[in-house]
């Protein structure tokens, strides 16, 4: 199969490059704008593999991405301006990329007769939920700017499966931790500034509760719904690791041997889901299950970040 993988440069879609360059036999295309989040670097040892080709670009060129849709056989989209804090301080960004391109690569993949399209995507879409889990077919409620776009994108998908017949497959993961994560990410930003005796801006008082789930098994995720999954299904991949963000961030310092005294309480963000939670029946049924424990998934990240 010949794969394009865009947003492919970033953290969650860089490690879904080396996982199939590693893993599969798949010829990949790998488009990324390059902007602050995705780096050639985390492509390194796999961009100039004989089955790779990386194109520079933006997923809203329509005349770029119509040419690489056209030579493929699927479309792994993750491409997206991801982080709540930006999206709050500024929504245009979010909307242009996340809806917009997208919409871009759905007109491309109608137009060529693809194979199967994947929209990656997140629990935030459901909004927040204080008991039990998010099942797939939960309405969605996103509470802040990045989260909406992310909802709109999703329903614009799976209306080209419904409108069209366009084989779309959605997946949509809880928290993902681990190598090549942007360092303005809590775990990444967290364990840097611990590192060096910085102080760890937490929101609130950190009850937060998130579901962790380390970025190689849900590598594993999207590739088994990507071949496996059936067209107009949306997939929830979660590890079932729930942990409150105080409980993240004393992990985090006790990890490197740093203080707990660090811990600097701030001001809540705006819309600050209290806590999300995922039901994983669906892709289980189609054979995953994660391999990674939070502490063991904590522990190869604060290698990647820390070791020598």
Not at 261 to 270: A, I, K, S, T, Y
Request: a negative charge.
């Amino acid at each position: 199969m010949r794969t394009l993988v865009t947003g492919g440069a970033g953290f969650i879609g860089s490690n879904f490059v080396h996982y199939l360059i590693e893993r599969t036999d798949d010829e990949v295309v790998t488009l990324d704008a390059l902007t602050y989040a995705g780096s050639r670097d985390n492509l390194a040892g796999v961009i100039d593999h004989d089955r790779h080709e990386f194109v520079e670009g933006d997923v809203r060129d329509g005349e770029l991405v119509t040419d690489l849709v056209a030579d493929v056989d699927a479309v792994v989209n993750f491409a997206a301006e991801s982080h709540v804090d930006r999206s709050i301080d500024g929504a245009a960004p979010f909307v242009e990329t996340n809806v917009g391109g997208t919409r871009t690569l759905l007109d491309a993949a109608r137009a060529a007769d693809l194979d199967r399209f994947l929209q990656v995507s997140t629990d935030e879409v459901y909004g927040q939920i204080l008991d039990g889990r998010f099942a797939e077919d939960d309405p969605l409620d996103p509470r802040n700017p990045y989260a909406a776009t992310k909802a709109g994108a999703d329903h614009l998908a799976l209306s080209y499966q419904r409108t069209y017949g366009l084989p779309v497959v959605v997946t949509r993961s809880s928290n993902n931790y681990g190598p090549r994560q942007h360092p303005e990410k809590l775990i990444p930003k967290f364990l840097t500034r611990a590192a060096e005796g910085e102080p760890l801006p937490l929101y609130g008082d950190g009850s937060n509760v998130r579901e962790w789930t380390y970025v190689a098994d849900n590598c594993r995720a999207v590739d088994l719904a990507l071949r496996e999954g059936d067209a107009g299904e949306v997939y929830n991949v979660g590890a079932g690791e729930e942990r409150t963000n105080r409980e993240v961030t004393e992990a985090i310092l006790d990890a490197v041997g740093a203080s707990r005294d660090l811990v600097e309480f701030v001001d809540d963000r705006p819309g600050h889901d209290q806590r999300y939670a995922l039901e994983t029946a669906k892709i289980r049924d189609l054979g995953w299950e994660p391999e990674y424990s939070f502490e063991a998934g904590l522990a190869r990240t604060v290698d990647y970040y820390l070791g020598d």
